[in-house]
């Protein structure tokens, strides 16, 4: 039975729902005529201009809404629903979705530590389309915030700013910002309201010339003796790097939705391209290697997703655990998407190098704008040591924390509450408890149970993790990143455990076929130096359920999301 025989069986969960919208409204991305097309996205980037076409797609479909919680007056319900939503927008250019998650950046301390006057103007603005930056960067601190030169100087009625933000997303052109300086008693943050205020003593700097992302605001500003009133301050005195630190627990959570819609795309356009391409007498979808290629980057795609639903949903309903969850995700997701976009790029061969022909030459501008998502908001090795000191301090003080229920932690795409930015407030450690690793024996007892030999590949993980927790390297050692290292991808085969054991009936036909689980612990096993032998019949398989998603107009995951439809040459 094909998934589309199936499909009554695969329901439309909540969380899906707005991402489904979305689809709807956006059109196929193959579909020239589409309001957020590839081809248009191309053109922008061909040209190093604003990708216009795809704004007013992205404005006339209220994408920027989703910015905004319901509570002031958007439609920002939960974490779960915005991450699709994402995935939609990044499916089709990553130059839009990068603009608007500017914004997104810029607006989330104000959604969670702004005074119910500055939430509100910050709504208006956004809901208004005003573009929002977050000035943190600067030429001379980048990872390192302790080394922010923009300083904040207390008048009778506010605070004159100087420096000079840099390499800061729409900054020639925002409307708002909100801008970390340093400041008594220590560094502050700071909501600028350039349309109210004014621009005086604002300098822009040009846009600057970049690899990918080309149609991106990305540039900056000079501030020079710039008056901001009392009112400005977010948050109390002296807490901007900690508010900078909670900030980004949501807003690198989110890019893993960026990596995974890119993804999406450059698999769909690498598989189309197998079926089609002829050699040897049959199609290059034919060759067992290019099976497996496809396979394998589908299901590096389906173990990020795992991962990147476990942290979207803790946003929602685990806000305690994000400290860890969040650079977990952020570190893993980018990486295991930039392995899907390599494995297309080899099934498309020189296809994947050229700047026309298959799909109007959409990969190479893919591959080039996502290579950037395992960077800002945090490199890799950033989130590796984030990663190393949350676990840290969890093994000074472990447990402390109670469980959180596994049937709330893993229902992906249930309804959850609406959106409280501020309850609770993002808090700087994990708590010592972690219901994913935690809950890692309980997982594969419950696989064992029902397959034995799944059971037996997932019990590797155990031995990894015992080994492992016998160890603690020393802070800002080689080792200690390794570690940080093998953690994330223990997470992330955990996450696919859970979301085997406990969602699997909600999920649909691809979600319910053990051929996923199989390839994508394989995958992770062999990142952890326990490589196993691979199973054909599962990559087989995967890319047969692959292909009858593609032609049910299906997204390529777990979730059973419905595409616009789709566009084909010549249909
Ligand atoms: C497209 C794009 C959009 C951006 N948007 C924004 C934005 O909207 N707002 C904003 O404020 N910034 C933005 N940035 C800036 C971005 O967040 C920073 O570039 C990024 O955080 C890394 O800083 P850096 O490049 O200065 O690297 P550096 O900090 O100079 O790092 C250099 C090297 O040191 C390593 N390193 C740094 N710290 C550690 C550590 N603790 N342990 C181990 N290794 C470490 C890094 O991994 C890297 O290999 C954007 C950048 C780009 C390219």
């Known amino acids: 039975m094909t998934l589309r025989q199936r499909a009554y069986a695969a329901p439309v969960l909540t969380a899906s729902a707005d991402a489904e919208r979305v689809e709807r409204l956006l059109g196929c991305p193959f579909d020239p005529a589409g309001g957020m097309s590839l081809v248009a996205a191309l053109q922008a980037d061909e040209t190093e201009t604003e990708p216009a076409a795809g704004y007013r797609a992205a404005w006339a479909a209220g994408l920027h809404e989703y910015l905004v919680p319901v509570a002031e007056g958007g439609r920002l319900a939960s974490f779960e629903s915005l991450l699709g939503v994402l995935r939609a927008m990044s499916r089709r250019d990553l130059a839009v979705a990068v603009g608007l998650g500017s914004t997104f950046l810029a607006a989330t301390p104000v959604w969670i530590w702004g005074t119910p006057e500055q939430r509100q103007r910050v709504a208006e603005l956004v809901l208004d389309r005003r573009w929002g930056t977050a000035g943190i960067s600067e030429d001379a601190a980048g990872s390192d915030l302790l080394a922010t030169a923009t300083r904040a100087t207390a008048t009778a009625d506010g605070w004159t700013l100087s420096g000079r933000k840099w390499l800061v997303g729409n900054g020639a052109r925002s409307g708002f910002a909100t801008v970390l300086a340093a400041a008594e008693p220590s560094f502050g943050l700071f909501l600028l309201d350039f349309d109210r205020v004014g621009t005086d003593g604002v300098r822009r700097l040009p846009k600057v010339r970049t690899l990918g992302l080309r149609g991106h605001d990305l540039s900056g500003f000079e501030l020079d003796g710039y008056r901001i ?79 990147q639903l476990t942290a979207a949903r803790g946003l929602d309903v685990a806000r305690q655990r994000m400290p860890l969850w969040s650079a977990v995700a952020k570190y893993l997701v980018p990486a295991l998407c930039q392995d899907t976009v390599t494995a297309a790029g080899e099934v498309l061969s020189a296809r994947a190098y050229l700047r026309e022909g298959v799909a109007g030459g959409a990969f190479q501008k893919i591959a080039r704008d996502a290579a950037i998502t395992p960077v800002f908001e945090g490199t890799q090795l950033v989130q590796l040591e984030t990663v190393h000191a949350q676990l840290a301090s969890g093994a000074r003080r472990p447990g402390t924390a109670p469980e959180l229920p596994a049937q709330l932690l893993f229902a992906f795409g249930d309804p959850v509450g609406p959106w409280r930015p501020a309850d609770p407030r993002p808090s700087l450690s994990y708590g010592g408890t972690d219901e994913v690793v935690g809950r890692l024996a309980e997982a594969v007892a419950l696989l064992a149970a029902e397959d034995r ?38 997470h992330a085969a955990a996450c696919c455990l859970h979301t085997w054991t406990r969602r699997r009936a909600a999920l649909g036909p691809l979600g319910s076929d053990p051929a996923w689980l199989s390839v994508a612990l394989r995958r992770l096993l062999e990142r952890l130096g326990r490589p196993t032998a691979p199973d054909h019949a599962a990559e087989h398989r995967l890319v047969r359920l692959l292909t009858e998603l593609d032609d049910d107009d299906r997204a390529f995951s777990l979730l059973p999301v419905r595409l616009a439809a789709q566009y084909r040459a010549g249909s």
């Open 229 to 307: 009133p009392s009112s400005a301050r977010l948050g109390r005195p002296g807490r901007g790097v900690e508010m900078v630190s909670g900030m980004l627990q949501f807003t690198r959570t989110l890019v893993g939705g960026m990596s995974l819609g890119a993804a999406d795309t450059a698999l769909r356009i690498a598989l189309r391209h197998a079926r089609e391409r002829r050699l040897y007498g049959g199609t290059a979808l034919d060759l067992p290697p290019v099976r497996s290629l496809l396979a394998r980057g589908f299901a590096d795609l389906l173990a990020a997703e795992c991962t």
């Open 453 to 490: 030999e799944l059971g037996r590949l997932a019990a590797q993980l155990l031995v990894v993790r015992e080994t492992d927790r016998a160890l603690l390297p020393p802070r800002r050692t080689p080792e200690a990143y390794e570690w940080a290292r093998r953690h994330c991808l223990l």
